[in-house]
Each structure stands twice: as structure tokens, then as C-alpha cells.
């Protein structure tokens, strides 16, 4: 490996003469290395990075939100590309067009239509996770019926309390309760209500008046 900057040949040479000497031997005679490497920037690669990686965790819970964004920014900018394309190498007649339906032909309208669409999509990808994680992960049948994460918790902790080998229970159906537990909270949990149990009753009561 041959070296690249004056500052790193004498830090090797400093730390680790005898590989020093083996970079000297392929580097270029003659060749006027630089002080120092210029390297990019870690902010500017670390904002790339940090924004695809929020992206991607809104999209994992929210694909309509990223898609219909997605689409809203992309079918405006592009309209908008479209309109000044025609703007200076099109036609009278392609020109007369673009006057006649500013509406339909304005970047804020198509990205409307962009981000609906886009939404769309992004809503049935969501209905088609769901559906597989529903196949793949079914409730468990201890869980069938609760309404809310606090009615979940409880429903969990009875059945734990059952089963507990402490308490005379097995304990491989102990085990296995929490694994169900743990693939309940990563699939389904995220679905119930925040209400309490109670508080959720006497809103049905409310709403079936």
C-alpha cells in the first residue's frame, strides 16, 4: 500500500517502521505527496445515513406517510420540470396547451394526485404486512379479546402467574408463554388502545347510547 500523505508516512514510520519500509517500496519515486489527506466531512455522510435509517423506521410503521410524500414530492418536481422543458423548447401549440388547464398542469396539483396515490399504495402495503404478520403471527388464544395494552399486560401476568413452575406450573409452557408474549408485543401490540380498560368500557357505553 503505497502512502498517501506526508503526515501518515511519518506516522508509520514512528509506530511501525519495519511495514513503513514496505509502503515505501510501492510508493511512486519522485511523487510529491500532500500534508495531509482531505477526507469528507462526517457530517456530511453522517446525514445521509441518519435520514434513509428515519426513513426507513417510519416507513417499517407508517408506509402511507413515506409513499405519499414520495409521490407528492416527486410527480411536483417533475410537472414542474415538464412545465419549464416546455416553457423554452416547446411548441406554440404545446404552449397554448399549458395555458389552457393551469390547473391541471401546475406542480402543486400533480402533487397532490402524486402524494394520493402514493398514500394508496403505502396503505395497502400496510393492509398486506398486516395480513402476513397475522398468518405468520397469529394471537395467541389467552389473548383473543382484549382492547387495550393495559387489558393485555394484565391478561399476560394472570396466565404467567398460572403457569409459573414456582406455583406448581410446567415449565416448558411457561417458556413458551413468553415467547408468544414477546411475538404478540412485536406484531400486535402497537395496535391496541392506550385507554385503560375501564375507561374503554364506558366509552362503548357512551357510543352504544
Do not use: C
Request: aromatic content about 8%.
Amino acid at each position: 500500500m503505497p502512502f498517501e500523505s506526508q503526515a501518515q508516512r511519518r506516522w508509520m514510520y514512528a509506530n511501525h517502521p519495519a511495514m513503513a519500509k514496505r509502503w515505501e517500496a510501492v510508493t511512486p519515486k519522485g511523487e510529491k505527496l500532500p500534508e495531509h489527506v482531505k477526507t469528507q466531512s462526517r457530517e456530511k455522510v453522517a446525514f445521509p445515513t441518519g435520514f434513509m435509517g428515519l426513513a426507513a423506521s417510519v416507513f417499517e410503521k407508517h408506509p402511507a406517510v413515506v409513499l405519499g410524500l414520495g409521490g407528492a414530492i416527486l410527480q411536483g418536481h417533475a410537472q414542474k420540470r415538464l412545465n419549464a422543458m416546455t416553457r423554452m423548447y416547446g411548441s406554440q401549440e404545446q404552449n397554448e396547451e399549458l395555458d389552457k388547464h393551469p390547473i391541471r398542469n401546475s406542480p402543486l396539483t400533480q402533487a397532490a394526485i402524486g402524494g394520493a396515490v402514493g398514500a394508496v399504495i403505502g396503505h395497502g402495503v400496510h393492509r398486506v404486512r398486516n395480513a402476513l404478520y397475522n398468518i405468520d403471527h397469529p394471537v395467541p388464544t389467552w389473548l383473543n379479546g382484549v382492547k387495550t395494552k393495559a387489558e393485555a399486560k394484565a391478561r399476560y401476568h394472570q396466565v404467567a402467574r398460572t403457569l409459573h413452575p414456582d406455583v406448581g406450573g410446567n415449565e416448558d409452557m411457561f417458556k413458551n408463554l413468553g415467547d408468544q408474549w414477546e411475538s404478540f408485543k412485536e406484531f400486535h401490540f402497537h395496535k391496541l388502545a392506550n385507554f385503560l380498560p375501564a375507561l374503554t368500557d364506558e366509552l362503548e357505553k357512551i357510543s352504544a347510547t
